[in-house]
Structures are given as structure tokens and as C-alpha cells.
Nanobody
Framework: QVQLVESGGGLVQAGGSLRLSCAAS????????MGWFRQAPGKEREFVAA????????RHADSVKGRFTISRDNALNTVYLQMNSLKPEDTAVYYC?????????????????WGQGTQVTVSS
């Protein structure tokens, strides 16, 4: 079992930056692919980004490509989401997720463990 603790959410102005962090428990973090998802009010949860267990392979949704970057530090059991050039449409609850396989996935069903979510609000 894996516990995920997120931090870094908050209120920022459009065009600003924010870095989300997700700390995971356990001794096998490097074997887990990690992902970020988000859910805006009235909308379904959507894929944002994912990174493989070793941190070599990444995938980003078209809506955030070029602005957001996912990364991980396996020594710290932590995955990050660096968000730049934020837009009001990025406003959502952001969720960290872990998959008990090293290869990344882009669907909710690919992931086994989920964090509590952290609110990101971008004002105009």
C-alpha cells in the first residue's frame, strides 16, 4: 500500500507559476509510475502528466504541454509538477496518483493509489 501526501497548491495570478509536490510512502517508490490528474468543478477528472518509475519517460496532456513539467526524485520518494504560464482554465483540484508498475499510464484506471487532492486556483 502507498500513501500519497500532496502540497504546493494555492492561489496564483494568470501567468504565474506554481510547483506541486507529492510525497509517497514505501520502499519501492522507484517501481511505481506516477501521474497527475485534475478535476475542475462540474467536469470529469482528466489526465495531466505522468512519469515512469525511473523518471526517464514522461507524458503531458496537450492542454499543458510546454507549460507543465512532471519530474521525480526517487531518493526523496517525491514527484513534482512544475506549472508555468498558468491560465484560469487550469483552476482545478489536482490529484497525485501511483501505479504499481514502472511503465506510465494516462488513464485513471491505470493507477492504484490516489492522494487527497490539492486546490489550484488561477485568477485573471
Amino acid at each position: 500500500q502507498v500513501q500519497l501526501v500532496e502540497s504546493g497548491g494555492g492561489l496564483v495570478q494568470a501567468g504565474g507559476s506554481l510547483r506541486l509536490s507529492c510525497a509517497a510512502s514505501g520502499r519501492t517508490f522507484s517501481t511505481y509510475a506516477m501521474g497527475w490528474f485534475r478535476q475542475a468543478p462540474g467536469k470529469e477528472r482528466e489526465f495531466v502528466a505522468a512519469v515512469s518509475g525511473g523518471g526517464i519517460s514522461t507524458r503531458h496532456a496537450d492542454s499543458v504541454k510546454g507549460r507543465f513539467t512532471i519530474s521525480r526524485d526517487n531518493a526523496l520518494n517525491t514527484v513534482y509538477l512544475q506549472m508555468n504560464s498558468l491560465k484560469p482554465e487550469d483552476t482545478a483540484v489536482y490529484y497525485c496518483a501511483a501505479r504499481r508498475y514502472p511503465h506510465l499510464g494516462g488513464r485513471e484506471s491505470d493507477y492504484d493509489y490516489w492522494g487527497q487532492g490539492t486546490q489550484v486556483t488561477v485568477s485573471s
